[in-house]
């Protein structure tokens, strides 16, 4: 007798979008993704990046989450005390002050951007979280958290404002930043970026 799937993790079940193909970062090669899978290394070039496209499914609730699909879940909880404690950092620095409110409205722009584009969430939230950080004090916090050095690498480019133009997580960086300016009539690069700026 055949031994009963999840039905999330059954690729029976899958659509034909949910194995799909991204644009490596760094090089532009094309890599192919499954749409659980937590991240890939480019045959090319080498770039470890994180699945545009994530999907944790029926891991977001099911109580079997952690056998099923242990490293997605663990991508997701270190993704997560990793911006906890990133977030907790900048709060000390900058208090309670109008630069701290901006930072955690942003926080809230980039994860509807986030989850509607794709990206990588240390990347995005990390450079949001330190906009309004002097570059060497953001570096500290990021080495005192033992980000990887990609990830660190990644953040330092997008804060100083470098790094590829097709790179989604400058497009989502900068369109949180452009929300955060309206009226400086911002050009968005995602269809998300202009939603949520016309719901004000």
């Not at 007798?1 to 999840?6: F, I």
């Not at 937590?38 to 499914?57: D, E, V």
């Not at 906009?131 to 004090?137: G, L, M, N, S």
Request: hydrophobic letters at 35%; charged letters at 30%.
């Amino acid at each position: 007798m055949e031994q009963m799937k999840c039905p999330g993790q059954d690729t029976r079940f899958w659509k034909p979008d949910d194995i799909f193909v991204a644009e490596c970062p760094k090089c532009g090669a094309e890599i192919e993704f499954f749409k659980d899978d937590a991240r890939r290394r480019c045959a090319w070039c080498g770039h470890m990046f994180y699945n545009p496209k994530i999907s944790l499914g029926c891991a977001e609730w099911c109580q079997y989450a952690e056998k099923c699909v242990p490293e997605l879940m663990q991508e997701k909880k270190a993704a997560q005390t990793f911006k906890e404690r990133l977030a907790d950092l900048v709060h000390a620095l900058l208090q309670d002050s109008e630069e701290w409110q901006l930072t955690e409205k942003g926080t809230v722009y980039a994860l509807d951007l986030l989850k509607s584009e794709g990206g990588d969430p240390r990347v995005v939230l990390a450079a949001v979280l330190l906009h309004r950080v002097a570059p060497d004090q953001a570096k500290k916090f990021l080495e005192e958290l033992e980000a990887e050095p990609e990830t660190t690498a990644s953040v330092m480019e997008l804060l100083a404002g470098r790094g590829s133009e097709r790179d989604l997580n400058r497009h989502l960086y900068e369109d949180t930043l452009a929300l955060l300016t309206p009226q400086h009539q911002p050009h968005f690069h995602t269809r998300t970026a202009q939603r949520l700026a016309a719901g004000g």
